[in-house]
């Protein structure tokens, strides 16, 4: 039986991104099932800003202002979460809504990010080519970046950089291609290639104790969907070869969330416009509902 009370939000901003699909992301899962296979309360479906095209000329980001006015908002609806010792399904959207929610633990003490992702994120906004916060939320997050995005509220950094795991990206060739400074030295990175060097069970194993160090108060969960394999999740915006295979995902996940530390999860950029068969969604849900049903002891964040 599990033993953790699951409260899901909707979070279909597609401000760091494009209006393309990714914010059908949270009714597509539910249709798929999601709510019922985990027994969660739905808590609130979050209205977002109108998306703009326009690159702000200050912070080189799209929707950069609505986007710093509307992550407050996504922190709040999970603040209401934890704050009824429920653990926070977040469904986005795109990734930025990672500002949100690490704002949300950012308020409450100090929180680690485990962040599994096909991409490692940190683009800084003058070598973004596109100018999306979706492919800048990690260097956001951990204090890189324009005040208006990697400050918010005066909390900046949401999370130090020692006390986020970066896991399973594949896109070396691409930050190198297009400029992307590198992660910091002090921000504990394990590729797609180190994870397999080391096998999915060590290298989950070691990240979680990284990130249940007694300094941390726990951690939140941020899965990108790209960083499954391309076979298995096609539905998404920038796709790469290889990949996570659903397996590694759930095993990882179930790691994670065995340690009592994770407080929460987000799941982003899965594309339903880019699934016409479902296929893809349910495979997503199928490995959700896996993992989260494992039961583990839970610490709620107080």
């Known amino acids: 039986m599990n033993d953790r009370n699951y409260a899901i939000i909707e979070a279909p901003s597609n401000l760091g991104l494009r ?68 653990f926070p399904v977040v469904l986005g959207g795109d990734c930025s809504i990672l500002l949100g929610t690490s704002l949300a633990l950012k308020r409450r003490g100090r929180y680690g990010l485990m962040f599994i992702d096909g991409h490692a994120d940190f683009y800084q906004p003058e070598a973004d080519p596109y100018g999306e916060a979706a492919s800048m939320d990690l260097a956001f997050a951990t204090g890189h970046g324009p005040a ?44 797609l290639a180190k994870v397999r060097e080391l096998g999915v069970e060590a290298a989950a194993t070691a990240a979680v104790k990284h990130l249940t160090r007694p300094e941390l108060q726990g951690f939140f969960i941020h899965v990108d969907a790209d960083c499954l394999d391309d076979d298995v999740m096609p539905a998404v915006e920038y796709r790469l070869p290889d990949g996570l295979s659903i397996q590694e995902l759930r095993r990882t996940l179930e790691i994670a969330l065995a340690s009592g530390k994770a407080l929460g999860i987000e799941v982003t950029v899965y594309n339903p416009n880019l699934d016409k068969d479902g296929e893809a969604g349910r495979r997503l849900v199928d490995v959700l509902s896996d993992a989260l049903s494992h039961p583990s002891q839970v610490n709620a964040a107080h």
């Open 148 to 191: 208006l995005l990697s400050d918010i509220e005066g909390l900046g950094p949401l999370v130090r950089e020692e006390d986020a795991v970066a896991f399973g990206f594949r896109d070396a060739k691409d930050q190198a291609e297009y400029g992307s400074q590198p992660l910091p030295d002090d921000l504990l990175s394990y590729d």
């Open 19 to 86: 209006p393309t699909g990714v914010e059908l992301l949270p009714q597509a899962l539910l249709r798929y099932g999601l709510a019922e296979r985990l027994q969660a309360r739905h808590a609130v479906r979050l209205d977002v800003p109108r998306y703009s095209d326009a690159r702000d000329p200050d912070t080189h980001t799209l929707n950069a202002q609505a986007i710093a006015d509307w992550s407050p908002k996504l922190a709040d609806a999970v603040t209401d979460v934890l704050d009824r010792d429920e």
